[in-house]
């Protein structure tokens, strides 16, 4: 059974600063990992699909990459701004549609 | 642009009742999903549809019951609800395999 982890499970940084946050998953033969972000009492928002094949994915700001056979994905912020303050989640597909979830990363940017 | 609407938006009931959750989506998107999301166990998968009339169990689908008679409908019913039962509910879709998933805004539900 797939499991993913999340560490740290909380990050508190100043504004303006560079920061990882980081995803591990037990079993490798993943179809794609998403990475999701969800705001206190909202829904969840796809930020970067990665699949498989690929080694990265960016979209602004946002790097996600992706080790496959070490198990590991990683969401690089660049100049993280208090309007990041969220909760990032990761998620892996093994077989089709059908996500595990990480328990997800809080993450408070402080102006 | 509606996208993908839940409602109610909060639910508070008794154990023993009956409660039906409503996921709507404008997207002729093929897959739905729904999740519950709880402190300690994270985002778990309750259950899925590849297309009208098509439906399969997740990880914990005991207690609920699911129809999809139209592609863009995916009520969730709580046959007689249970304290455990006591949740946010986020319903989900995407339109093929591999492809970003995007979520509605959440019920939260309380069996008192």
């Known amino acids: 059974k797939q499991e993913v982890t999340q560490i740290p499970a909380a990050l508190s940084v100043p504004e303006g600063e560079n920061l990882v946050l980081n995803c591990s998953f037990t079993d490798s033969a993943i179809y794609n990992l998403q990475w999701f972000r969800q705001d206190p009492g909202k829904g969840l928002t796809s930020l970067l699909l990665i699949q498989s094949s690929q080694r990265e994915q960016t979209s602004g700001r946002l790097n996600a990459s992706l080790d496959k056979s070490s198990g590991r994905s990683t969401l690089y912020i660049a100049a993280s701004q208090p309007g990041d303050s969220a909760t990032y989640l990761c998620?892996?597909?093994?077989?089709?549609?059908?996500?595990?979830f990480g328990g997800g990363t809080r993450l408070m940017v402080k102006p | 642009d509606a996208g993908i609407t839940q409602s109610p938006r909060y639910k508070i009931t008794e154990t023993g009742r009956q409660v039906t959750l409503m996921c709507h989506q404008t997207w002729s998107h093929s897959y739905m999903f729904w999740y519950r999301q709880d402190l300690g166990h994270g985002l778990r998968l309750i259950y899925y549809?590849?297309?009208?009339?098509?439906?399969d169990k997740g990880e914990v689908p005991d207690g609920y019951v699911v129809s999809r008679s139209k592609t863009e409908n995916f009520p969730l019913t709580l046959e007689s609800a249970t304290r455990s039962q006591t949740s946010v509910y986020f319903c989900?879709?995407?339109?093929?395999?591999?492809?970003?998933?995007?979520f509605g805004s959440g019920t939260q539900l309380s069996v008192l």
């Open positions: 998620a892996v597909a093994n077989a089709g549609n059908m996500l595990t």
């Open positions: 989900a879709s995407n339109r093929d395999i591999g492809e970003k998933l995007f």
């Open positions: 549809s590849a297309a009208a009339d098509i439906t």
